[in-house]
C-alpha cells in the first residue's frame, strides 16, 4: 500500500537527507506501532493526479537472469536449480535486497572472494545458499559470489513484492 501526504513528511534532516540508509544507519529509523511523524504544509486544495498508478504488488515475481559473473562457483544443478525452482520472498527482504526462502544453490568452489562492486540486480548467493537480489540500497558482495545479473526491468515487481510472493528465476539468454 501506498499513502501520500499533502506537504509530506518532514523527519528531522541528517547529513542533508530525510531518508534512511540502511546499511549506516543514518537517517530516521524505520517505523514502529506508535511514532508520530512531523508533516509539511499541504494546500487547501489536492493536486490533480499526473500519472497513472503503478500496479500493486504482483501474486508471482518472474525475474529474468543472465548467468556471470560468478556463476562456475555453482554446480550444474544449482544453476538448473535456479531457473526451474520457485522461492518465495523472505520477511527479511528491504531495499538492500530482496532475499529468497527455497532449495540452495550448492556451490562447486570453496572459499570467499575479495569483496567486488556490483550492479543493481546482481543476485549474490550468501553461504546459505539462497539468491539474495542486489536492490537499490545494495552494498558490495561482501566476498559472496554472485551467480546473474536480473534484468533491470523487472526490479520495480522485485522492490514491491510482499514476504511470501512466489518467485521464479527464468533465463534470459
Not at 55 to 63: I, K, Q, S
Not at 99 to 128: F, I
Amino acid at each position: 500500500s501506498y499513502l501520500a501526504f499533502g506537504g509530506g513528511l518532514l523527519p528531522e534532516p541528517v547529513l542533508g537527507s530525510r531518508s534512511a540508509d540502511l546499511l549506516s544507519g543514518l537517517g530516521p529509523a524505520p517505523l514502529r506501532d506508535g511514532d508520530v511523524l512531523p508533516l509539511g504544509h499541504g494546500s487547501s486544495r489536492p493536486a490533480a493526479p499526473d500519472a497513472v498508478p503503478w500496479p500493486g504488488a504482483p501474486d508471482e515475481l518472474v525475474l529474468p537472469v543472465r548467468l556471470g559473473p560468478r556463476h562456475t562457483w555453482f554446480t550444474d544443478q544449482a544453476l538448473r536449480t535456479l531457473t526451474t525452482a520457485t522461492y518465495r520472498v523472505s520477511p527479511h527482504s528491504n531495499r538492500i535486497g530482496l532475499r529468497t526462502e527455497g532449495p540452495a544453490l550448492t556451490r562447486a568452489h570453496e572459499g570467499e572472494l575479495p569483496s567486488e562492486g556490483m550492479v543493481l540486480g546482481a543476485v549474490q548467493v550468501p553461504p546459505d545458499g539462497r539468491p539474495v537480489v542486489f536492490l537499490n540500497d545494495h552494498p558490495t558482495t561482501g566476498g559472496y559470489p554472485v551467480v546473474g545479473v536480473v534484468d533491470e526491468t523487472a526490479l520495480a515487481g522485485a522492490a514491491q513484492a510482499v514476504p511470501g510472493t512466489r518467485v521464479r528465476f527464468v533465463s534470459a539468454g
